[in-house]
């Protein structure tokens, strides 16, 4: 039953390894293709793989995705994940001047400025 079990876990691994190499391929073809952004966006999270996260949520929000505010404000949250505050606080002002009411955009901002102004003090 064991080795059952391993089997059929192995074969959902190579499933899932299909299914990303899959939606890859979409967002190769399609590159405007929401559905497989969010999916690929949500297991590079999960993965910790934030490298293709950031890759291809700029890729996106540089073409026509530059005024899809709930994409941007994805950018934006794994932007601060790994640590690039600058470049989220620009993500977040996109946000914002796309849609002043997006849902959490403006206490992101608040924080950012914050956290940015404690750094700027503790550098000088």
């Not at 994940?81 to 959490?104: H, N, S, Y």
């Amino acid at each position: 039953r064991t080795g059952s079990s391993l089997g059929s876990g192995s074969c959902t691994m190579g499933d899932l390894e299909l299914a990303k190499a899959n939606l890859e391929c979409a967002l190769d073809i399609k590159p405007s293709n929401r559905t497989a952004l969010r999916l690929i966006v949500d297991w590079a999270a999960q993965d910790h793989d934030f490298d293709t996260a950031v890759r291809r949520l700029q890729d996106y929000v540089s073409g026509d995705g530059g005024e899809d505010a709930e994409m941007c404000f994805t950018f934006a949250k794994v932007l601060v994940q790994i640590g690039r505050l600058g470049d989220a606080r620009l993500e977040t002002e996109r946000v914002l001047a796309l849609d002043p009411g997006f849902d959490g955009a403006d206490a992101l901002a608040k924080a950012l400025d914050q956290h940015m102004a404690v750094r700027q003090q503790e550098l000088a």
